[in-house]
């Protein structure tokens, strides 16, 4: 009996599609986001429900990983809302945001969210931070994406994070994957100069003789 073979298989190009070539090429927003860093953050173990004493502070244990550039798709219209409290009146504001598992980072409850970069906006950088609030899988397998849902992280600034960060990561586009700092900053040097390289040999060629004119 002859034996026969398919030329596509449906079930795993769908998948690369969804979770790879889509979470890597998709239409993106780009954000600075700290993630909790779990190895060195110090949880307060001698309340009932362990925790924190602050969030951000002298007092706090929490520590963050920080990524730059940090391409996260499917974001809603932000959902706002006032509260009065003796405080005064406070503005909630809600939405969420979504990225895939193939980024390597595990989000959680508390991680913070800035939407606007300050080289978007270098004379306007008022925008606040967002904390997230939930965290849901879609769907619960191995390869996923995070769907967060983050609120504004009232009355705390850029500075009080930083403060607080253990490691700095960026998302490079190129290869689409997440790098150290130096890192990165080595990569980004590599195609600077490839660029240049390879516009000095576009002019240096002799169409006519086929060879390189040095």
């Known amino acids: 009996m002859q034996n026969w073979q398919r030329l596509y298989s449906y079930i795993h190009e769908y998948q690369n599609l969804v979770y790879d070539y889509y979470a890597k090429v998709g239409v993106a927003f780009l954000v600075t986001y700290w993630n909790i860093n779990k190895d060195e953050t110090v949880w307060d173990d001698d309340q009932i429900f362990g925790g924190a004493y602050e969030r951000t502070g002298e007092l706090t244990g929490i520590k963050f990983n920080k990524y730059l550039l940090l391409p996260v798709y499917f974001t ?7 509260d ?12 969420t945001i979504v990225f895939p598992s193939v980024y390597g980072i595990t989000p959680y409850p508390g991680d913070i969210v800035k939407l606007e970069q300050q080289f978007m906006r270098p004379t306007n950088n008022t925008y606040p931070l967002f904390m997230v609030h939930g965290v849901e899988i879609h769907p619960n397998t191995d390869r996923r994406f995070w769907k967060l849902r983050i609120k504004v992280y009232q009355s705390k600034i850029i500075e009080d994070v930083d403060d607080q960060v253990e490691d700095i990561f960026v998302f490079f586009d190129y290869d689409k994957k997440v790098h150290t700092l130096d890192e990165a ?16 040999l576009k002019d240096m060629w002799d169409e006519n003789s086929g060879f390189f004119n040095l």
Do not use: H, P, V, Y
């Open 76 to 82: 809603d219209e932000i959902n706002t809302a006032f």
């Open 84 to 95: 009065g409290s003796e405080t005064g009146q406070n503005k909630e504001q809600e939405t």
């Open 185 to 200: 900053t080595t990569l980004a040097r590599m195609l600077d100069k490839n660029e240049k390289l390879r516009s000095r």
